[in-house]
């Protein structure tokens, strides 16, 4: 465990120079540069959010509706029946595009807390910066997106027959049900091949913030064991994970959306996709809290020595208080007795009970609960279907209590 600074590095608040970027620079963004979809400045989102899911989606709607596939009594499952290919594209598509925001705001201004505050000390800031530059480049290579653009590929073109029969009998083309029209081709080549490559993207993104974060715990932290955020002055990063809650919002509504249409036109008790459901919400915590336990080792070996330092100093002035107050003896050297930032025998016995609380990651109730509450969500609105929204409450109620 490294002694803190004293004083902190001169790293004005908002400083966001010591800051990283989850999406800019990255060979999506300078394709989408290329194509005047992002602005010199700015990330495009908006503009981004609506040409991506109108790409998607319209043809498919326009094709659909020449077809005669889009209403009621059109079609055994018309378009408008299959909520999961809105909810990807109108829905879940400009999320995931829009949650590039918060996500790079949130990095940007919290990582240079950590040089401010004094978490990463002086001597460390340069061992600092070559792991911010390191990930940049990472962030930057080609090798990442031909990874993702081969596996979209690879499961458009392998798993168009999985998908067919329930996803787009809408869109046959002739009586025998044979041949896919336009609308449907469009739909599971270029609609969902939008929507994967999304995800993985995001995916990819918090497999980045894992080996940044891995990086930046081991160029030498100054661990403050007594911190009242109770995980050695790293408190700020627990609120990172929330830059993830559009994307696992967007996640949730296209697996809901799903759920909600086998409820509603294959005869499906949704509450027995409990399990599923469960595993949707416990998977998307666990995978976005993921970087943070990049911290455990530093914050885990800080605790361990601080028990000893804390225990062996607590003991000792707690030995000096005895020979004097009740031994009676004269003291050469109480110089722990009479420091100031020590005090009374209570006061050092906080501050090894502060050390015994610090957590070894720097996760709480504020780093889950925001993206629990986002799996959670489009859950409920598809119980909603089947159960009363009353009872549904006090069914999530009980299981909570």
Same mark, same amino acid.
Not at 177 to 198: C, M
Not at 224 to 235: E, F, N, S
Not at 309 to 317: E, F, P, S, T
């Given at each position: 465990?490294?002694?803190?600074?004293?004083?902190?590095?001169?790293?004005?608040? #908002?400083?966001?120079? *010591?800051?990283?970027?989850?999406?800019?620079?990255?060979?999506?963004?300078?394709?989408?540069?290329?194509? #005047?979809?992002?602005?010199?400045?700015?990330?495009?989102?908006?503009?981004?959010?609506?040409?991506?899911?109108?790409?998607?989606?319209?043809?498919?709607?326009?094709? /659909?509706?020449?077809?005669?596939?889009?209403?009621?009594?059109?079609? /055994?499952?018309?378009?408008?029946?299959?909520?999961?290919?809105?909810?990807? @594209?109108?829905?879940?598509?400009?999320?995931?595009?829009?949650?590039?925001? !918060?996500?790079?705001?949130?990095?940007?201004?919290?990582?240079?807390? @950590? &040089?401010? +505050?004094?978490?990463?000390?002086?001597?460390?800031?340069?061992?600092?910066?070559?792991?911010?530059?390191?990930?940049?480049?990472?962030?930057?290579?080609?090798?990442?997106?031909?990874?993702?653009?081969?596996?979209?590929?690879?499961?458009?073109?392998?798993?168009?027959?999985?998908?067919?029969?329930?996803?787009? =009998?809408?869109?046959?083309?002739?009586?025998? $049900?044979?041949?896919?029209?336009? #609308? #449907?081709?469009?739909? @599971?080549?270029?609609?969902?091949?939008?929507?994967?490559?999304?995800?993985?993207?995001?995916?990819?993104?918090?497999?980045?913030?894992?080996?940044?974060?891995?990086?930046?715990?081991?160029?030498?932290?100054?661990?403050? !064991?007594?911190?009242? %955020?109770?995980?050695?002055?790293?408190?700020?990063?627990?609120?990172?994970?929330?830059?993830?809650?559009?994307?696992?919002?967007?996640?949730?509504?296209?697996?809901?959306?799903?759920?909600?249409?086998?409820?509603?036109?294959?005869?499906?008790?949704?509450?027995?996709?409990?399990?599923?459901?469960?595993?949707?919400?416990?998977? +998307?915590?666990?995978?976005?809290?993921?970087?943070?336990? /990049?911290? /455990?080792?530093?914050?885990?070996?800080?605790?361990?020595?601080?028990?000893?330092?804390?225990?062996?100093?607590?003991?000792?002035? $707690?030995?000096?208080?005895?020979?004097?107050?009740?031994?009676?003896?004269?003291?050469? %050297?109480?110089?722990? *007795?009479?420091?100031?930032?020590?005090? !009374?025998?209570? %006061?050092?016995?906080?501050?090894? =009970?502060? &050390?015994?609380?610090?957590?070894?990651?720097?996760?709480?109730?504020?780093?889950?609960?925001?993206?629990?509450?986002?799996?959670?969500?489009?859950?409920? $609105?598809?119980?909603?279907?089947?159960?009363?929204?009353? =009872?549904?409450? *006090?069914?999530?109620?009980?299981?909570?209590?």
């Amino acid at each position: 465990m490294r002694k803190a600074n004293l004083v902190a590095p001169p790293v004005p608040a #908002g400083d966001t120079s *010591l800051g990283f970027a989850l999406v800019r620079g990255d060979l999506s963004f300078r394709l989408q540069r290329r194509l #005047g979809l992002i602005p010199p400045e700015g990330l495009g989102l908006l503009r981004r959010a609506v040409f991506w899911s109108m790409l998607g989606w319209l043809p498919v709607a326009l094709w /659909a509706w020449y077809a005669g596939r889009v209403l009621p009594g059109t079609a /055994a499952e018309p378009l408008l029946a299959h909520f999961s290919i809105h909810a990807r @594209l109108l829905v879940a598509v400009p999320l995931l595009i829009l949650a590039e925001g !918060p996500a790079n705001a949130l990095t940007a201004r919290l990582l240079p807390e @950590l &040089v401010r +505050c004094g978490i990463v000390p002086t001597e460390a800031v340069p061992r600092y910066r070559a792991a911010l530059a390191a990930t940049a480049r990472l962030r930057d290579a080609t090798l990442p997106w031909v990874i993702i653009v081969g596996a979209v590929v690879a499961f458009v073109t392998t798993a168009e027959t999985v998908h067919r029969a329930h996803e787009i =009998d809408w869109a046959t083309a002739d009586p025998a $049900g044979v041949h896919l029209g336009f #609308g #449907g081709l469009w739909y @599971l080549y270029v609609g969902r091949t939008i929507f994967l490559t999304l995800v993985l993207a995001w995916l990819w993104r918090v497999l980045l913030l894992t080996v940044l974060f891995w990086r930046v715990s081991r160029v030498g932290l100054a661990i403050v !064991p007594t911190h009242p %955020d109770r995980v050695g002055g790293l408190g700020p990063l627990e609120h990172l994970p929330t830059a993830f809650v559009p994307v696992v919002l967007a996640m949730g509504v296209a697996l809901a959306s799903r759920w909600a249409h086998d409820g509603v036109y294959h005869q499906v008790t949704l509450l027995s996709l409990r399990a599923e459901m469960i595993a949707f919400v416990v998977v +998307c915590v666990a995978l976005f809290v993921v970087p943070l336990l /990049a911290f /455990a080792g530093p914050l885990k070996r800080a605790k361990k020595q601080a028990l000893l330092d804390y225990g062996a100093l607590v003991g000792r002035h $707690g030995r000096l208080v005895h020979e004097r107050w009740i031994e009676g003896k004269a003291l050469a %050297d109480d110089a722990v *007795l009479r420091a100031a930032e020590l005090g !009374p025998v209570a %006061d050092t016995g906080a501050l090894f =009970d502060s &050390v015994r609380a610090m957590r070894t990651v720097p996760i709480g109730k504020a780093t889950v609960l925001p993206i629990a509450a986002a799996a959670v969500l489009p859950i409920l $609105g598809a119980l909603a279907i089947q159960v009363p929204v009353k =009872d549904l409450l *006090l069914k999530l109620l009980k299981a909570l209590v």
